[in-house]
């Protein structure tokens, strides 16, 4: 009865060791995924925040959204009048 014991125990012991290998492997790959993600945010939002003055931007009338949301301040348009 005791050596039984002792085998269950084991191999619980077994299982939740190859359980936290599995989680951690896991962990590890989804925190590099992360990682690239955010990488790529962060190159995205550059791309935009360098079109914003773009000709479709403007046309869509998209450019202060887009500014908005990439927290970025674009002055007021100048109201004096130029000759």
């Given at each position: 009865?005791?050596q039984r014991s002792?085998?269950k125990?084991?191999?619980?012991i077994?299982?939740l060791l190859?359980t936290?290998?599995?989680?951690?492997?896991e962990?590890?790959?989804?925190s590099a995924?992360?990682k690239?993600?955010?990488e790529?945010?962060?190159?995205?939002?550059?791309?935009?925040?360098?079109?914003?003055?773009?000709?479709?931007t403007l046309?869509?009338?998209t450019r202060?959204?887009l500014?908005?949301?990439l927290?970025i301040?674009i002055p007021?348009?100048?109201?004096?009048t130029h000759?």
């Open positions: 009865s005791a002792r085998v125990k084991r191999q619980h077994e299982t190859e936290f290998t599995q989680s951690q492997n962990n590890q790959s989804l995924e992360n690239m993600l955010l790529e945010n962060a190159r995205l939002r550059r791309l935009l925040a360098e079109h914003l003055a773009c000709s479709v046309r869509a009338g202060e959204l500014a908005q949301e927290d301040n007021a348009p100048d109201s004096r000759n």
